[in-house]
């Protein structure tokens, strides 16, 4: 008897059986170009295989090179590719895996002076005009994706997903929004169709039943001028009728300004988009969109309207979690948050993906976990992402581990950030620690504030993870009972009034703010999040929008910073604009380029571009940024002991929870 009786069944797709309903969603990570070493995506989907997944697509590979996300990106066009590829697809098989290549052409997304699309529009999130392709080049393309699919199942794919959403080239032709060509590949919808179910119909009949196709078919667009509810339905039917064997989800055009995946999204919030498809066609459906934990995936899939669920980044942060679902353990996964800091943002950058949760994902192939030869006592003074992460993985290595904590729980840094409404996904996080910490051994000393004498003695290492203490802000008044610290609010040691400034507005400024004028509507909370967004679900109005519902924000707020520029200037990019968005929203007032005078009874007086400003509030937060507390460095170096400072107590300018795991991981796996 299962926990998970629907999520771990088998599934017919096409003519293959595939072993349960998880799909681990196509994400490009950054390995996919290097066609030297594709070893390292090798390494990468054969360990998420290993660890039970059913299904796996790849990221993106164009069929040419006009179709390229940005110069030399992943393409699959000729023998040589396919011939590259048969180390990724036998690394999945040899566990018993099926995968798909998905095939992506970027259309005027693609990153590239060569990028091409319906008409010649230039999108808002990219800085090339495309061509629009002639009639000829439309037909050319359609047999590209058929020799790219004839080349995925050389390589030894089990079939390919047609990428059809996210704002991509197919999503680009299907759309009106982007589509006022006037030959057979433009007008009314069925023409505006044409090209994705040609695509389609063609697959299917020169590679056979043998080789399955996938549709991933945008069911929400969330951009002006998009799809409408008939449309998607006309659409599921016409790839039915020309082959697909599976339709996978869509959310949200790139461009879109609305957050699909984020923290804020509530769980599954799109399933039930998915799942109003079922009456209309007989295909398997899979959802997808902030399904990160089991019990979320059977609930979906027990109400029995979509047959799959699909999920990237819960596998990139555990590569065992069908395993440990199947095993009913569930509290030993370790849960995506959905902050997207080390995946999206890296990618976004340029940079390989990893997690901020698992800093092994993606580096399969060069940090494997080795035992340590000669096991040591080593002692970890703090209970934050940084110490958790040094005890946990030099736990997992063999090595005897003490691990200090002044508070009564361990979490650091994350004990606050969890408060912040869209960021409690954080729990998850320390339950995943403080699992870890229980099964691996690790001895927990809460309310123990370690000392030279307790350090000194009977450790080979000792591991300074003692975190940061806020940074004091000086000014007249700023010792006034009414002026607090961000840590003391986020812990709710002070009762904050209806007019509050914010000094900093940094990640944490943005944070607080968040915080303090959340409304925190009560009832649905799913409901709560398409009123704030304007979210139309049902896609009556073309592109799936309507008004938003105004926010009524718990406080007035004002945030204030010395320098000139936008708020959180050093967050993420996928998710620095929500953040910003949101604000608005609350009604926060930004001010830049101040200067602190003083606060009194009348408020806070700044100094602005020269002139001087009131703003009358009843409580001033403290949010500029963080000291490093190493006390304990200088006199256990000066004793002797091999001592190692990591996350905020080594750099508090850097403070940030993706830098600590990786940087504590790291040092434990170095640590003989
Ligand atoms: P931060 O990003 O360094 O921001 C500190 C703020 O305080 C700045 O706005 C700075 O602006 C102001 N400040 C610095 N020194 C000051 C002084 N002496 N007097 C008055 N104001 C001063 O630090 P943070 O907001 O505390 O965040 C810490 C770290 O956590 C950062 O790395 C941040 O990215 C990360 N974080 C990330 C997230 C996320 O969602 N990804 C959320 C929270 C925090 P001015 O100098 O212009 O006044
Ligand atoms: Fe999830 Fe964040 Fe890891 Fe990305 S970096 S997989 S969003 S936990």
């Given at each position: 008897m299962t926990a998970y009786p629907t999520l771990l069944s088998p599934l017919d797709v096409g003519a293959f059986t595939l072993k349960n309903r998880v799909v681990m969603g196509s994400m490009h990570?950054?390995?996919?170009?290097d066609f030297g070493r594709l070893h390292r995506l090798a390494a990468y989907l054969g360990r998420r295989a290993e660890g039970g997944v059913g299904l796996i697509v790849t990221g993106g590979f164009s069929p040419?090179?006009?179709?390229?996300?940005?110069?030399?990106?992943?393409?699959?066009?000729n023998r040589w590719h396919a011939f590259k590829h048969r180390v990724v697809t036998d690394a999945v098989h040899a566990h018993d895996g099926r995968i798909l290549l998905q095939l992506l052409h970027?259309?005027?997304?693609?990153?590239?002076?060569l990028c091409v699309s319906a008409t010649a529009k230039k999108s808002p999130i990219s800085p090339f005009k495309p061509r629009a392709l002639t009639t000829s080049g439309v037909e050319r393309t359609v047999r590209d994706f058929v020799n790219a699919a004839r080349n995925a199942q050389r390589a030894g794919y089990d079939g390919v997903e047609v990428m059809?959403?996210?704002?991509y080239l197919l999503h680009q032709f299907l759309s009106a929004r982007t589509n006022d060509r006037t030959?057979?590949?433009?007008?009314s919808f069925e023409k505006r169709a044409r090209f994705p179910v040609e695509i389609v119909r063609r697959i299917r009949a020169e590679l056979g039943d043998g080789f399955l196709v996938m549709f991933r078919l945008s069911?929400?667009?969330?951009?002006?001028g998009a799809a409408t509810w008939d449309e998607v339905v006309s659409l599921a039917q016409m790839l039915q009728d020309a082959g697909a064997h599976v339709l996978n989800t869509g959310i949200g055009w790139?461009?879109?300004?609305?957050?699909?995946?984020?923290?804020?999204?509530?769980?599954?919030?799109?399933?039930d988009v998915t799942a109003r498809l079922r009456p209309s066609v007989r295909l398997p459906l899979v959802t997808s969109n902030r399904i990160n934990m089991p019990d979320v995936a059977e609930r979906v899939l027990a109400q029995?309207?979509?047959d799959l669920v699909s999920m990237a980044r819960p596998l990139l942060a555990d590569p065992d979690w069908v395993r440990k679902a199947a095993a009913a353990t569930p509290a030993a996964i370790n849960t995506c948050?959905?902050?997207?800091?080390?995946c999206l943002d890296h990618i976004f950058r340029n940079k390989r993906a990893s997690c901020?949760?698992?800093?092994?994902a993606c580096h399969e192939a060069e940090m494997p976990l080795i035992p340590a030869a000669t096991p040591r006592r080593i002692a970890v003074v703090g209970a934050g992402p940084a110490g958790l992460a040094v005890a946990t993985t030099a736990a997992s290595r063999g090595h005897s581990v003490v691990l200090f904590e002044a508070?009564?729980?361990?979490?650091?840094q994350f004990r606050l950030a969890m408060q912040i409404p869209g960021k409690e996904e954080f729990t998850e996080t320390l339950r995943y620690f403080d699992h870890q910490l229980r099964t691996l051994g690790v001895d927990v000393r809460l309310d123990t504030r370690a000392d030279l004498a307790t350090l000194r003695?009977?450790?080979d290492h000792v591991v300074l993870a003692t975190g940061v203490v806020p940074r004091a802000v000086r000014f007249p008044?700023?010792?006034?009972?009414?002026?607090?610290?961000y840590a003391a609010v986020l812990r709710r040691e002070v009762e904050v009034g209806p007019r509050v400034a914010l000094l900093g507005a940094g990640g944490i400024g943005v944070d607080v703010a968040e915080f303090l004028g959340h409304?925190?509507?009560?009832?649905?909370v799913n409901a709560a999040f398409r009123d704030f967004w304007g979210i139309?679900?049902?896609?009556?109005a073309r592109g799936g929008l309507r008004a938003a519902v105004p926010a009524t924000p718990a406080r007035t707020i004002t945030l204030c910073q010395?320098?000139?520029?936008?708020?959180?200037?050093?967050?993420?990019a996928t998710t620095a604009w929500i953040r910003r968005e949101t604000l608005k929203k609350l009604g926060v007032e930004v001010l830049s380029g101040v200067q602190y005078d003083r606060f009194d009874d009348a408020g806070l007086h700044l100094t602005i571009s020269g002139a001087p400003r009131l703003v009358p509030v009843d409580h001033v937060v403290v949010c500029a940024g963080q000291e490093p507390e190493r006390s304990l460095a200088g006199p256990l170096a000066e004793a002797g002991v091999a001592v190692h400072v990591v996350g905020g107590a080594e750099e508090a300018g850097e403070l940030d929870a993706k830098r600590a795991i990786a940087q504590g991981t790291r040092l434990a796996m170095a640590l003989a």
């Amino acid at each position: 008897m299962t926990a998970y009786p629907t999520l771990l069944s088998p599934l017919d797709v096409g003519a293959f059986t595939l072993k349960n309903r998880v799909v681990m969603g196509s994400m490009h990570v950054g390995l996919e170009e290097d066609f030297g070493r594709l070893h390292r995506l090798a390494a990468y989907l054969g360990r998420r295989a290993e660890g039970g997944v059913g299904l796996i697509v790849t990221g993106g590979f164009s069929p040419n090179v006009e179709g390229w996300l940005k110069p030399f990106a992943g393409q699959m066009s000729n023998r040589w590719h396919a011939f590259k590829h048969r180390v990724v697809t036998d690394a999945v098989h040899a566990h018993d895996g099926r995968i798909l290549l998905q095939l992506l052409h970027a259309g005027r997304y693609g990153y590239s002076p060569l990028c091409v699309s319906a008409t010649a529009k230039k999108s808002p999130i990219s800085p090339f005009k495309p061509r629009a392709l002639t009639t000829s080049g439309v037909e050319r393309t359609v047999r590209d994706f058929v020799n790219a699919a004839r080349n995925a199942q050389r390589a030894g794919y089990d079939g390919v997903e047609v990428m059809g959403s996210e704002g991509y080239l197919l999503h680009q032709f299907l759309s009106a929004r982007t589509n006022d060509r006037t030959d057979a590949w433009g007008g009314s919808f069925e023409k505006r169709a044409r090209f994705p179910v040609e695509i389609v119909r063609r697959i299917r009949a020169e590679l056979g039943d043998g080789f399955l196709v996938m549709f991933r078919l945008s069911m929400l667009d969330l951009v002006e001028g998009a799809a409408t509810w008939d449309e998607v339905v006309s659409l599921a039917q016409m790839l039915q009728d020309a082959g697909a064997h599976v339709l996978n989800t869509g959310i949200g055009w790139h461009e879109a300004r609305v957050p699909t995946i984020a923290t804020t999204v509530p769980r599954a919030a799109f399933a039930d988009v998915t799942a109003r498809l079922r009456p209309s066609v007989r295909l398997p459906l899979v959802t997808s969109n902030r399904i990160n934990m089991p019990d979320v995936a059977e609930r979906v899939l027990a109400q029995g309207d979509v047959d799959l669920v699909s999920m990237a980044r819960p596998l990139l942060a555990d590569p065992d979690w069908v395993r440990k679902a199947a095993a009913a353990t569930p509290a030993a996964i370790n849960t995506c948050i959905a902050c997207n800091q080390a995946c999206l943002d890296h990618i976004f950058r340029n940079k390989r993906a990893s997690c901020l949760v698992n800093p092994f994902a993606c580096h399969e192939a060069e940090m494997p976990l080795i035992p340590a030869a000669t096991p040591r006592r080593i002692a970890v003074v703090g209970a934050g992402p940084a110490g958790l992460a040094v005890a946990t993985t030099a736990a997992s290595r063999g090595h005897s581990v003490v691990l200090f904590e002044a508070s009564a729980a361990i979490g650091g840094q994350f004990r606050l950030a969890m408060q912040i409404p869209g960021k409690e996904e954080f729990t998850e996080t320390l339950r995943y620690f403080d699992h870890q910490l229980r099964t691996l051994g690790v001895d927990v000393r809460l309310d123990t504030r370690a000392d030279l004498a307790t350090l000194r003695e009977g450790f080979d290492h000792v591991v300074l993870a003692t975190g940061v203490v806020p940074r004091a802000v000086r000014f007249p008044g700023a010792d006034d009972p009414r002026v607090v610290s961000y840590a003391a609010v986020l812990r709710r040691e002070v009762e904050v009034g209806p007019r509050v400034a914010l000094l900093g507005a940094g990640g944490i400024g943005v944070d607080v703010a968040e915080f303090l004028g959340h409304p925190h509507p009560a009832g649905d909370v799913n409901a709560a999040f398409r009123d704030f967004w304007g979210i139309d679900a049902t896609s009556e109005a073309r592109g799936g929008l309507r008004a938003a519902v105004p926010a009524t924000p718990a406080r007035t707020i004002t945030l204030c910073q010395r320098s000139e520029g936008r708020p959180g200037a050093r967050l993420g990019a996928t998710t620095a604009w929500i953040r910003r968005e949101t604000l608005k929203k609350l009604g926060v007032e930004v001010l830049s380029g101040v200067q602190y005078d003083r606060f009194d009874d009348a408020g806070l007086h700044l100094t602005i571009s020269g002139a001087p400003r009131l703003v009358p509030v009843d409580h001033v937060v403290v949010c500029a940024g963080q000291e490093p507390e190493r006390s304990l460095a200088g006199p256990l170096a000066e004793a002797g002991v091999a001592v190692h400072v990591v996350g905020g107590a080594e750099e508090a300018g850097e403070l940030d929870a993706k830098r600590a795991i990786a940087q504590g991981t790291r040092l434990a796996m170095a640590l003989a």
